[in-house]
């Protein structure tokens, strides 16, 4: 139980138990944790529990920074309002006396209302200001900041300071060693091809290929690709265009075995994505390839990376499709993205 009560915008007291709503998102949820690592040194006693959709809790089971996950399924047994009222009665039963909300969605806060949670803290986006017994207001300042500053931007707003902006992820050594007996011997770079939010965030098959081709006869490394099941038709047509041997992985792992896959590379190819940021929170070396969106808010968070973009008109637009002609994409070219890669090795020690 808590041992106090909570009385205007800082929390004021030391919760036995906090709910945490995660982002749905890979890449938003990696950019969390080091609001979840400020929650856990605020209340190192307290238990906390992370609810989030299946993906994201496999991403963060296990993980230092929480207990345990709940997995709110939204597209199967949590479906629609019945399932949103099942799973908030669930976790009632749990008595939560602290939920923090990362995710921004009205959702949110109807969820810790009805699981009946007496402090409930967040931002006050999506018209949820009235769920929520500690708002915290969004300013224009708030918006413009990198993801991971935004969540801690909000933390800051309860009276919970910064831990480090560091994002973290955790694999077990079971998980490592068979990684690393997949890969085999030599340096390994990964290319991940995909993007879940759209095709506007998509560089090319045909160039990634070449990026590939290049670095087996260039620089030495092996070549893995990595990405999800939707899409194992971009991995083939990579493969097929390669003259150079690939371990082809789209499609092909769990969350936590692409995770440490990542891990276990010393170089990661990729476009803005959910793997982009994995990588970044196990500290692999990283070239981010950025057209629609905003480098300056989705970044990886990491020591060693370079960002490869083109300054037009048109971006950032944040679209999932471009209904123009992709030239913020289109105009990235196989050159530039392999002399990154060349900086990026040259300043590493």
């Not at 749905?24 to 959709?53: E, H, K, Q």
């Not at 050594?173 to 390994?188: D, F, H, S, T």
């Not at 939010?197 to 990634?208: E, L, N, V």
């Not at 003259?243 to 936590?256: A, C, E, I, Q």
Request: charged fraction near 15%; aromatic fraction near 6%; glycine fraction near 10%.
């Amino acid at each position: 139980m808590a041992s106090s009560a909570c009385q205007g915008g800082v929390l004021k007291l030391i919760p036995g138990k906090i709910l945490v709503r995660f982002p749905n998102w890979i890449g938003d949820a990696v950019m969390s944790t080091p609001a979840l690592g400020a929650i856990r040194a605020a209340f190192p006693s307290s238990r906390i529990v992370l609810a989030a959709n299946p993906v994201v809790c496999e991403l963060m089971s296990p993980h230092p920074y929480c207990d345990s996950v709940v997995a709110f399924d939204k597209m199967g047994p949590h479906r629609g309002v019945a399932g949103l009222w099942k799973f908030s009665r669930g976790i009632a039963a749990e008595g939560f006396d602290l939920a923090i909300l990362l995710q921004n969605a009205i959702g949110a806060g109807l969820m810790a209302a009805m699981a009946g949670i007496e402090t409930r803290a967040g931002y006050n986006t999506d018209g949820r200001g009235f769920l929520l017994t500690h708002p915290v207001r969004l300013s224009k300042q708030a918006l413009g900041l990198h993801h991971t500053q935004y969540y801690l931007e909000m933390l800051a707003g309860l009276g919970i300071p910064s831990a480090g902006v560091q994002p973290r992820l955790e694999c077990t050594q079971a998980e490592i060693n068979r990684a690393v007996a997949l890969l085999g011997p030599g340096r390994w770079a990964a290319i991940n091809p995909g993007a879940a939010y759209g095709a506007a965030k998509r560089w090319y098959p045909q160039r990634f290929a070449g990026v590939a081709d290049a670095l087996a006869s260039d620089f030495g490394f092996k070549l893995l690709l990595v990405g999800s099941p939707a899409e194992s038709g971009i991995g083939s047509e990579i493969e097929s265009t390669m003259s150079s041997d690939v371990l082809n992985m789209v499609g092909k792992t769990s969350v936590r075995e692409l995770m440490a896959l990542l891990a276990s590379t010393q170089l990661v190819i990729t476009n803005d994505s959910g793997p982009m940021h994995v990588a970044a929170a196990f500290d692999r070396p990283v070239v981010a390839l950025f057209g629609p969106t905003d480098h300056k808010v989705t970044s990886p968070v990491c020591s060693s990376f370079s960002l490869v973009r083109k300054e037009t008109e048109c971006a950032p637009c944040l679209k999932r499709q471009c209904p123009r002609d992709h030239r913020c994409m289109a105009e990235i070219s196989v050159e530039e993205v392999l002399g990154a890669v060349d900086a990026l090795i040259k300043d590493r020690p």
